[in-house]
């Protein structure tokens, strides 16, 4: 990562007439070549800078060699410049993860989050898990990383739930194709992540609603797997329920399509409508609808995430009421147990983590796969619902 922030906020100098600036980081390969043609350049000119963007994660133009000097000169001219979001702030917990304060070409701010070693909730989860997972060394002999990367989809979100900090900030914002991507290009540029020799999972749990952001999301995830090369069954989208985007998701090619997790939360529709508003518009048996429609590749599961709260969403009748709602699906399930995360102005209290246990072991005796998923960064606001754009450490 470049540790230069003069060209992140306000109008380049290579821009004197104020004329857009035009990012390159987010097009895929047939939109990159299509501009090299309008350059008057011939289209694997396009190929090549998809190299350089997306595969050697080139941050300037001017750097990209590949490109003749004079052409790469003129893109400037026009306004061209690579735009992939810059990391402006990390915040690093104890416990190794790190938070970043990701500026995009407008500056404004999201956050992703690295998690070495995951965070637990992306085991027991056949599908995946057994690619490349050989030895602990690549051929260099040097260790392999394994790492989640919790990437962001808008900035803010508007689905108000209640129990979620990022809801405090509404909707700012949908990021572009190219900010989403740009989170895991630049956060594989902070660590030196080869591709294809460690082990990069990506939840797509940050900051936002992803199916709010459809179009975006997906086409982030189209350059993710075809131009930087990454597994789409090492990446899990999450959402709280919007089910046209299920419904359209599960009509993607499996090459592209992410696994799914649903924040499912509660255990009933009455619960989850007064901590989920949207259920409301969309309840369980709504959203169960629309998943069934997905075609699961062999030992997927869908993800059921449930937060606990303290008296609330926590007690063991619930966690039957869970198991048999699970049962009902039909579908290959596991469920995410996540101990809420608290933040400033949010009234809910920490489950006790004997009820944590509890309800586990509750789950798992009904037979469902249940997983409890470590807090990771909660010392600097990182973990699941605490982003915020805290600034204070
Ligand atoms: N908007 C999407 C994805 C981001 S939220 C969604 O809601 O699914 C990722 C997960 O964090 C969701 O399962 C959500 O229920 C959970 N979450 C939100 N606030 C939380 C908090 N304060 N503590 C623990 N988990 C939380
Ligand atoms: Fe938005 Fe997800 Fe937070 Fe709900 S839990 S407000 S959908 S980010």
């Known amino acids: 990562m470049s540790g230069d922030s003069s060209q992140l ?41 998809a190299e350089a963007l997306y595969r050697q994660r080139i941050a300037e133009l001017d750097a990209i060699t590949t490109l003749p000097k004079p052409l790469r000169q003129r893109l400037a ?22 938070r970043y304060l990701v500026q995009c070409q407008d500056a404004e701010t999201v956050e992703t989050v690295w998690m070495p070693e995951g965070d637990g909730g992306e085991a027991g989860d056949g599908s995946g898990q057994e690619i490349d997972d050989g030895d602990e060394t690549g051929e260099a002999g040097k260790r392999r990383q394994r790492a989640t990367i919790c990437v962001s989809s808008q900035v803010g979100c508007a689905v108000n739930c209640q129990f979620c900090l990022t809801a405090k900030l509404g909707l700012q914002r949908n990021l572009t194709a190219g900010e989403i991507a740009g989170q895991v290009v630049t956060v594989f540029d902070r660590h030196g992540v080869e591709v294809g020799r ?38 899990t989208v999450s959402t709280s329920g919007i089910v ?51 075609r699961l590749r062999s030992h997927e599961r869908i993800t059921f995430e449930y937060v606990l709260l303290d008296g609330v969403t926590d007690r063991p009748e619930h966690a039957v009421e869970v198991a048999r709602l699970a049962r009902k699906t039909g579908l290959p399930v596991k469920v995410n147990l996540i101990a809420w995360n608290p933040g400033p102005g949010i009234e809910y209290t920490m489950p006790q983590p004997e009820a944590v246990e509890t309800f586990r072991q509750a789950l798992a005796g009904e037979g469902i796969p249940t997983y409890v998923r470590r807090p990771r960064g909660r010392d600097i606001f990182a973990a699941c619902g605490q982003l915020k754009r805290t600034v204070e450490g």
């Open 77 to 98: 001219a026009e306004g061209w410049e690579v735009g992939r979001p810059q990391i402006a702030q990390v915040f690093r917990s104890v416990d190794g993860t790190e």
């Open 9 to 49: 906020v306000g109008l380049d100098a290579g821009d004197p007439a104020g004329v857009n600036r035009r990012p390159l980081f987010g097009l895929d390969a047939e939109a990159l070549a299509a501009q090299m043609v309008a350059a008057g350049e011939p289209p694997w000119r396009g190929r090549q800078l």
């Open 198 to 235: 460690d082990r990069m999972n990506l939840v797509f749990m940050g900051m936002g609603e992803p199916f709010l952001n459809y179009e975006n999301f997906m086409a982030a995830v189209r350059l993710l797997v075809t131009e930087v090369g990454l597994s789409p069954q090492r990446m």
């Open 244 to 294: 046209p985007g299920i419904e359209r998701f599960a009509q993607e090619p499996p090459e592209v399509r992410p696994k799914l997790a649903i924040s499912l939360n509660a255990p009933n529709d009455q619960i989850r409508s007064e901590i989920m508003p949207i259920n409301r518009k969309w309840p369980i048996e709504a959203v169960m609808d629309a998943v069934r429609q997905l």
